[in-house]
């Protein structure tokens, strides 16, 4: 049986057989997507076959994918697929986790080119009076995907050397009940996902469970610049008594960003990768992978999980 939309469509539903075509409106004779940048989400016109075989016409909520040209005054560091939004705190965040920026003081301010085009996809760091900053050959420049793991790296040797282990007090623990609150907690505050379905979110919590930072983004890797460029901007560097939930895998370039903040432990509602594991055990990080309540695997210095 072959199933024909002509141009103009009624409104009304239309038997065909067993097909029913549903709420296609006069005004649109193909499927088109009208992104629609607010809050990183853009509305989608789509056809959905339904479980009793009919087809409507729907609106979908999918999260927006767009560059973001990363510079230090006129020179171009990288740039990366992401979700707009909070594009500073990305910004910040990348230069901490390269190693590029130590301290609030060098950022003298953000900016957008004022003549070029796409203006919004392209943010402007210029230092502060004096500053020099020291670019290596080990950075990660090129355009960077929103799932791209250590992008264009040349060796993890550079990366270790950037940022010593973490070195933390005998009294950064956290005991299971506050862990297994992160989850569910983390959910309720990711309003994009709740929408899309398809976006990532990274966030900060003290020992006691307090949500500190929660952002999202299509890149696990940009969420959690977004979360340590925040704590960045605002001062609060090393995080040497939070914890790092991110709702993917725990990559090695999670636990490398994590390192850069300070943050001693990350956990994971999904699985780590081995080098995220051995890069853990090396750099004094805890490291917990599958935390779906009430389970949770610890794949490194366990010490700081109160199992009492």
């Known amino acids: ?28 004779d193909t499927i088109a997507i009208n992104s629609v940048k607010e809050d990183g989400i853009g509305s989608g016109q789509i056809i959905r076959r339904r479980e009793d075989g009919s087809l409507e016409y729907h609106r979908d909520d999918l999260t927006i994918e767009e560059p973001l040209e990363i510079r230090i005054g006129r020179k171009t560091l990288a740039t990366t697929m992401r979700t707009p939004g909070h594009d500073e705190e990305l910004a910040a965040g990348f230069l901490v986790s390269e190693a590029i920026l130590r301290t609030r003081d060098e950022i003298d301010q953000f900016s957008r080119p004022t003549a070029a085009r796409n203006r919004e996809n392209i943010i402007t760091l210029q230092l502060a009076t004096g500053v020099k900053v020291k670019i290596g050959s080990g950075k990660r420049f090129g355009t960077i ?14 990366i270790r050397q950037n940022f010593p282990p973490i070195v933390s007090a ?7 009940e506050t862990l297994l609150s992160l989850p569910p907690l983390l959910k309720k505050l990711q309003g994009e996902f709740a929408r899309t379905g398809g976006i ?9 469970g307090e949500p500190k930072v929660v ?3 299509i890149g696990r890797h940009n969420a ?8 960045f901007l605002d001062g609060q560097l090393p995080l040497d008594r939070h914890v ?17 903040g300070g943050i001693p432990i990350v956990a994971s509602v999904s699985a780590p990768s081995t080098l995220a594991m051995e890069f853990a055990r090396e750099s004094n990080q805890t490291l917990i992978g599958f935390l779906r309540p009430p ?13 009492s």
């Open 224 to 231: 959690v610049d977004k979360t340590i460029g925040r704590a």
């Open 295 to 307: 389970s949770f695997n610890v794949y490194s210095h366990i010490e700081r999980v109160d199992l």
């Open 244 to 260: 790092l939930l991110v709702s993917g895998r725990a990559s090695f370039e999670i636990m490398q960003k994590a390192l850069s």
């Open 1 to 28: 049986m072959f199933v024909r939309f002509a141009p103009v469509v009624s409104d009304k539903i239309v038997g065909t057989g067993n097909i029913k075509v549903t709420n296609f409106h006069r005004r649109h």
């Open 145 to 158: 995907s929103s799932s791209c793991g250590i992008c264009g790296k040349e060796s993890i040797a550079a």
């Open 170 to 176: 005998k009294d950064v623990r956290i005991d299971i």
């Open 215 to 217: 952002r999202e983004d």
């Open 200 to 208: 990532h979110a990274a966030g900060t919590f003290d020992l006691h």
